[in-house]
């Protein structure tokens, strides 16, 4: 080996975040386990080495009375146990003795009638802001799926979009009707993307998040809905629409994407 080598960081955040690549994880998964991971230690004003179970028990309770969702805790709870447990072999989530996870909260999503989508679809002339909520609920979509949507993995012969690498790095083939088929092609005829469907002003650049997620929330507004829209509401409306038209659970699970039939 070259004498003049120099092993990377010994930093603890850079070991764990080294790990999570090693195991192929995504890069939000990343940096959500690594950013939890340096609060803790922030918050306990310790090292990794000197964190004990009272300490995450802390940080826990500070969060649960920050008013964090369960959902949230849920994924603090994984992050802090994939680092001390499977980096430092510690014990704090051990089956019997370990912390618990809080219940969940039983609520149910929020979800629009068809005359609400068709509302908020109505409320632009904006043919790139119309077609983003179109495809979002036509097609079940995540935002970052739609976010990372190559052209040519929108199927015109067969109507179907490929998702590549959606949640959990999986591809799957989803639904697409002919008539949001019909307005994407007029809208690639008239904006001209390079390479992802929805690009920034920056030619083959993808959109970001936030500005997707503001597209929905505007219209929704713009349409008069009083519910909290999003994004992720438009693919709750495609699956339980397609749930009320008598379309098989199965189905919908595996145009959704979900690991788990309880997730749908």
Known sequence: MNGNYQYPSRDPMFILAQELRLRNLSQKTVDIYVYYNRELLRFAQKS????NRQ??????????????????????????????????RRSFFDAKFGIKRPKKEKTLPTVLSKEEILA???????????????????????????????INHVDFYRKSILVKSGKGKKDRITIIPEVVLDNICKYLLEYQPLKYVFESFEPGQKLNNRTLQ???????????IKKKVSPHTLRHGFATHLLENGVNLRYIQSLLGHARLETT
Not at 59 to 88: C, E, H, M, P, R
């Open 48 to 51: 990794p080495r000197e964190i």
């Open 55 to 88: 300490d995450v028990k802390d940080y826990l309770d500070f969060l649960i009375s920050s008013n964090k969702s369960s959902a949230t805790i849920g994924l603090v709870i994984n992050a802090l146990k994939f680092y001390y447990q499977n980096i430092l």
């Open 120 to 150: 908020i679809i109505s409320a632009t002339d904006n043919l790139k802001h119309k077609l983003i909520v179109q495809i979002l609920y036509s097609s079940g979509l995540r935002v970052s799926e739609l976010r990372d949507l190559l």
């Open 214 to 224: 503001k597209v929905v929330v505007d219209l929704a507004s713009g349409a008069g």
